[in-house]
């Protein structure tokens, strides 16, 4: 299991700049593995929940899945003999938790429930933009010139990717949607750098254990007041790809890429991730994608190669 102490070691040979170089180039391309892996598994959690908000109230699916996801980490934590971490990172594991097991999935799935996945997907593309922000908050990364360059680029295509794809037209549901943003990038920025001190698998199943004792009850109410659950297939295949993958194992690679290869620079990733929804939107959804939609895709995935080249250093 990982080791929470900050105890005294063993100081390693000198190595040298070259090897450190090689090192370095070693843990970008792991975290870039990783959470590209994670971006792809996010990417499916519009039109999951989409299909889940057709059958099942938003908010039941907003902290519902958590629920799912809590139980789930605490076999997980029981099964492998993890020791409860120290007492000074437990605040930030429930900021880890109000971010990103609360604030975005609560916010987000109760705009989904008016809006299309795709819409909301292109203005998540927000999201790299907010964890890059939050990364120089709350990790003491420092990005270069470039890289706020590219972002600003990447920001940029969003923008036209939303005009192309009709979603320029502001709705209630957006607030929501931003609200949700923020908080995912404050947890998303937490996270992977608790990740380098707790690895990224317990990073997110202490976050959802300190999150069940509230949202067990809550959700339950929530269950009582509509009368019970009862929804279609799709609705609880919707329901269970975002309990399981959304809000569990997909942190597990998108923490582990974000504390190897850099929180910024990784989390730029995700402005693939509207191209990638707005795929499984046409796919499982039937919405339809245009060839300027195409081009402004393009664009975005152009705009996340750069900012891979732009050099990131830690305060």
């Excluded at 109230?57 to 899945?65: E, H, M, W």
């Excluded at 269970?240 to 910024?264: C, D, E, H, K, T």
Aim: overall charge positive.
């Amino acid at each position: 299991m990982t080791k929470y102490s900050n105890a005294t070691e063993r100081v390693p040979e000198a190595i040298s700049p070259r090897q450190a170089a090689a090192g370095s180039d070693r843990r970008f391309l792991s975290g870039f593995a990783w959470g590209l892996l994670g971006v792809v598994a996010f990417s499916l959690t519009f039109p999951a929940t989409r299909l889940a908000v057709a059958d099942i109230d938003g908010a039941v699916i907003g902290l519902g899945r958590a629920v799912v996801a809590g139980l789930l980490a605490g076999a997980l934590l029981l099964a492998r003999g993890a020791r409860v971490p120290p007492r000074h990172l437990w605040p930030r594991l429930v900021l880890v938790a109000l971010g990103v097991v609360v604030g975005f999935p609560l916010f987000s799935s109760l705009a989904l429930a008016s809006v299309p996945a795709a819409h909301g997907a292109v203005i998540t593309g927000l999201l790299p933009a907010a964890t890059a922000i939050m990364a120089v908050a709350r990790a003491g990364e420092r990005p270069g010139p470039m890289f706020w360059l590219a972002s600003a680029a990447g920001l940029a295509a969003v923008l036209a990717f939303a005009a192309v794809q009709g979603a320029g037209h502001p709705q209630p549901a957006d607030v929501l949607i931003l609200i949700a943003v923020l908080l995912g990038g404050a947890g998303y920025a937490e996270g992977g750098a608790l990740a380098r001190e707790l690895g990224g698998p317990e990073t997110i199943c202490w976050a959802l254990i300190v999150s069940l004792p509230v949202l067990a009850p809550v959700t339950a109410v929530l269950i009582v007041r509509d009368g019970g659950l009862s929804a279609g297939p799709a609705a609880w295949a919707g329901f269970a790809y975002v309990s399981v993958v959304s809000m569990f194992l997909g942190f597990f690679a998108w923490y582990r890429g974000l504390a190897a290869g850099g929180i910024a620079r990784i989390g730029q990733l995700q402005l693939a991730q509207p191209v990638l929804t707005l795929l499984w939107s046409a796919l499982f959804l039937g919405e339809t994608v245009s060839g300027g939609t195409m081009l402004a895709a393009v664009a975005v995935l152009a705009s996340a190669g750069l900012t891979q080249f732009a050099r990131v250093r830690q305060h």
